[in-house]
């Protein structure tokens, strides 16, 4: 799958080049001085546009209340609404499907899954993203979250595990937010978490039972077998138990 995140723009400036945007910079910096690299000078494939879509995209993750915790997780999701996926083929009888890069859509194509997810990410955040857009100072650069270059992960630390309560709280916050949208139907909710299990799945690898139990909880909220406030109180309940007991609580 081709790799979605725009390139380095530069500017050549008296034999050297600079960075063009505050992204390219932030993205430069991240590498260690003295790297070598080897650049091949091509135009500027990102338009206009496909750059607005990447700076909207992180205007929304860092100033509205979301499912997704990165700009990547949320473009990934805004393409399966919109079945801009591949098919990986199967593994164990499951099938595999992975996110279309919107590199490979042509101008009308993109122009039309523009407007679909502008209208998409009103709806879940009650905000027009356009409008956010232009109050917002900055550039049509992409404001990604500083680890969006790379798809590893960073490794755990001590400090990892001392935020995993907050993580926790964060989750589940996320998924009750989804249940109780009002600008959703039960279908698009139903449809969407899904999507944020995958985000939480990945975000606690290591804390499978608990986002299951979130998830499971959730959809009992959406097909309203249970109020968002019991489902908190559950939920809290849940996280807050010692680690040892965490995989059995959120089977029981």
């Keep these: 799958m081709k790799d979605d995140i725009p390139p380095l723009r530069m500017t050549v400036e ?30 500027d494939p990102q338009t206009k546009k496909r750059r607005k ?18 700009v990547k997780d949320a473009a990934n999701a805004i393409k399966r609404t919109f079945g801009l996926m591949d098919d990986g083929g199967t593994t164990g009888n499951v099938r595999i499907m992975y996110p279309r ?30 409008t956010l ?4 100072p900055g550039s049509d650069a992409p404001l990604l979250q500083p680890d969006e270059g790379s798809g590893d992960r960073k490794p755990s630390t001590a400090s990892d595990a001392a935020a995993a309560p907050d993580l926790k709280a964060e989750a589940i916050d996320k998924f009750l937010r989804l249940a109780t949208d009002k600008h959703l139907t039960p279908p698009e909710k139903r449809s969407a978490l ?19 139990a979130c998830s499971e909880t959730t959809a009992r909220v959406i097909e309203g077998e249970l109020k968002a406030q019991a489902a908190k109180r559950y939920l809290s309940a849940l996280a807050s138990k010692p680690e040892e007991n965490g995989d059995e609580a959120g089977e029981s």
């Design 53 to 70: 879509f990447w700076a909207i995209l992180g205007l929304v993750i860092r100033n509205c209340n979301t499912p997704w915790r990165t």
């Design 133 to 136: 857009a232009k109050e917002s």
């Design 101 to 130: 890069s919107l590199n490979d859509l042509s101008e009308p194509e993109f122009e039309e899954f523009y407007e679909d997810a502008m209208l998409l990410l009103q709806r879940i955040t009650g905000v027009d993203p356009e």
């Design 194 to 212: 899904a999507t944020v299990e995958g985000d939480w799945l990945h975000e606690l690898p290591d804390k499978a039972a608990f986002v299951k």
């Design 14 to 43: 008296a034999g050297k080049l600079t960075p063009a945007d505050a992204f390219s910079a932030e993205r430069l910096e991240s590498y260690r001085h003295g790297t070598t690299m080897f650049v091949q000078p091509i135009t």
